[in-house]
Antibody
Framework: EVQLVESGGGLIQPGGSLRLSCAASGFTVSTNYMSWVRQAPGKGLEWVSV???????YYADSVKGRFTISRDNSKNTLYFQMNSLRAEDTAVYYCVRGSGYYYDWGQGTLVTVSS | QSVLTQPPSVSGAPGQRVIISCTGTSSNIGAGYDVHWYQQLPGTAPKLLIY???NRPSGVPDRFSGSKSGTSASLAITGLQAEDEADYYCQSYDSSLRAYVFGTGTEVAVL
């Protein structure tokens, strides 16, 4: 059974940093396309980043230069390093398997950026 | 700011058919990129409902169907049930933005 379990969310001040983790089971992270999708409170879904199986990464313009997606193959875990956080980054962050479309989702982790 | 536009809400009585539209442009749906649909029940993570315009993952009832034409796509729910009350999102790729994009979302209410 495929499982994605996110962790690392919380309350952080503007300008701060946070690293999200996504522990995967039931499949191999390194051979799949993995993405982060976020949802601001009461709002719609927004694609944020993807890492392909060959390691190529892409980012939405809203986070480019501030966020970094990576993976640890030995731990079968996906990461999301978020720097220079802003109030508008406040959202539930979902770890998802897939790129063109997203067939497995984690439960999400809430990131709140506020002073 | 989503580039895929959906109606904010649709509603229907149990057993009825409802259709959710997803309107894009020549740089996303109109460019030939596939459209996918997700269902998000209250307080839960989204779930893939339709992929590749009209394909259902295993376990999704055949009451749900998708189609695509020109710069738009549609999700139809036939035989509406109370458990279908949820938010629905379309999704595609936009070549101008070089980004995966979601629709604005539609809330389905069962009267």
């Amino acid at each position: 059974e495929v499982q994605l379990v996110e962790s690392g969310g919380g309350l952080i001040q503007p300008g701060g940093s946070l690293r999200l983790s996504c522990a995967a089971s039931g499949f191999t992270v390194s051979t799949n396309y993995m993405s982060w999708v976020r949802q601001a409170p009461g709002k719609g879904l927004e694609w944020v980043s993807v890492i392909y199986s060959d390691g190529t990464t892409y980012y939405a313009d809203s986070v480019k230069g501030r966020f970094t997606i990576s993976r640890d193959n030995s731990k079968n875990t996906l990461y999301f390093q978020m720097n220079s956080l802003r109030a508008e980054d406040t959202a539930v962050y979902y770890c998802v398997r897939g790129s063109g479309y997203y067939y497995d989702w984690g439960q999400g982790t809430l990131v709140t950026v506020s002073s | 700011q989503s580039v895929l536009t959906q109606p904010p809400s649709v509603s229907g009585a149990p057993g009825q058919r409802v259709i959710i539209s997803c309107t894009g442009t020549s740089s996303n749906i109109g460019a030939g990129y596939d459209v996918h649909w997700y269902q998000q029940l209250p307080g839960t993570a989204p779930k893939l409902l339709i992929y590749g315009n009209s394909n259902r993952p295993s376990g999704v009832p055949d009451r749900f169907s998708g189609s695509k034409s020109g710069t738009s796509a549609s999700l139809a729910i036939t035989g509406l049930q109370a458990e279908d009350e949820a938010d629905y999102y379309c999704q595609s790729y936009d070549s101008s933005l070089r980004a995966y994009v979601f629709g604005t979302g539609t809330e389905v209410a069962v009267l």
